[in-house]
C-alpha cells in the first residue's frame, strides 16, 4: 500500500502541474475565479500535492541505494545556501526569458542582475535542491522523486526558452545578445538587502527543517 500512495502521489502532483496550465483549461479557470484567484488556488493546490508527495516518500517501503554519511549534510547545506541566494536574487526581478516573462518591460540588459548569469534562475535554484536532497537521502523513493524534480528543472529552461523565443521573436535574441554579464560580486554584494534575505532564508529553513520533516540538516 505504500508504494501505492507514493505512486498515487507522484501522479497526481505531475498531472497537476501539466493540466491547469494548459489550454483550454487554464482560460477557463482564469475566467471562472479570475488571474489571481488562479494564482493564489494554483500555488496552495502545488505546496498541498508537494506536502503530500514527500510525506509519501517518507512512508514509501525503505529500499536503500547507498548509505548516508555525516558528509552528506555539509554538501546539503553548502548548496542550500547557494540556493537562498539564487531564490532571493532572483524574485522580484524583471526577467523576459523566463516563465510569464515578469515584468519584462522594466528589464535593463545592462543591469540584468542573475539574469546575466542564468536565465531561468528559479529553475537553476530547483535543480540544486533537487539534486542534493536526492543525494543526501539515498532511498529510492527519495531519489525518484527528487530525480523526476531536478529532471524537469533542467529540461524546463528549454522548454521556456522554445516558447519564450516563439512569443517574442527577433526580441529574445536581442535582448540576449545586448545582455552586459555582470560579475558575480556585483550581483550579489550590490543589493545587500537581497543579501540579508538569503541569510534570514537560510535560517529559516534550517529551523523549520525538523519540524517539517522531522530531521534536523546540522545533526
Request: proline share 7%.
Amino acid at each position: 500500500m505504500a508504494w501505492t500512495e507514493f505512486i498515487a502521489a507522484l501522479g497526481v502532483f505531475l498531472l497537476s502541474h501539466a493540466v491547469p496550465v494548459r489550454a483550454p483549461v487554464k482560460p477557463w479557470l482564469v475566467g471562472l475565479v479570475g488571474q489571481r484567484g488562479f494564482t493564489i488556488a494554483y500555488s496552495l493546490l502545488s505546496l498541498a500535492l508537494l506536502a503530500w508527495l514527500i510525506t509519501a516518500a517518507g512512508r514509501a517501503p525503505f529500499v536503500m541505494l547507498w548509505a548516508w554519511e555525516p558528509w552528506h549534510n555539509h554538501l546539503v547545506l553548502a548548496v542550500m545556501a547557494v540556493v537562498c541566494l539564487i531564490l532571493v536574487l532572483a524574485i522580484g526581478r524583471p526577467n523576459p526569458f523566463s516563465f510569464g516573462g515578469a515584468n519584462a518591460a522594466a528589464f535593463d540588459p545592462a543591469r540584468p542582475g542573475i539574469v546575466g548569469w542564468m536565465r531561468h534562475p528559479l529553475l537553476a535554484a530547483l535543480a540544486l535542491w533537487a539534486g542534493a536532497h536526492a543525494f543526501a537521502n539515498g532511498t529510492l523513493a527519495h531519489v525518484v522523486m527528487f530525480g523526476i524534480f531536478a529532471a524537469f528543472a533542467l529540461l524546463g529552461g528549454r522548454l521556456i526558452d522554445r516558447r519564450r523565443q516563439r512569443e517574442m521573436g527577433p526580441e529574445w535574441q536581442r535582448l540576449r545578445r545586448a545582455i552586459v554579464r555582470p560579475g558575480a560580486g556585483a550581483v550579489m554584494f550590490g543589493q545587500p538587502l537581497r543579501l540579508v534575505a538569503a541569510g534570514a532564508l537560510y535560517l529559516v529553513l534550517i529551523l523549520i527543517h525538523p519540524l517539517l520533516f522531522g530531521v534536523s540538516p546540522i545533526l
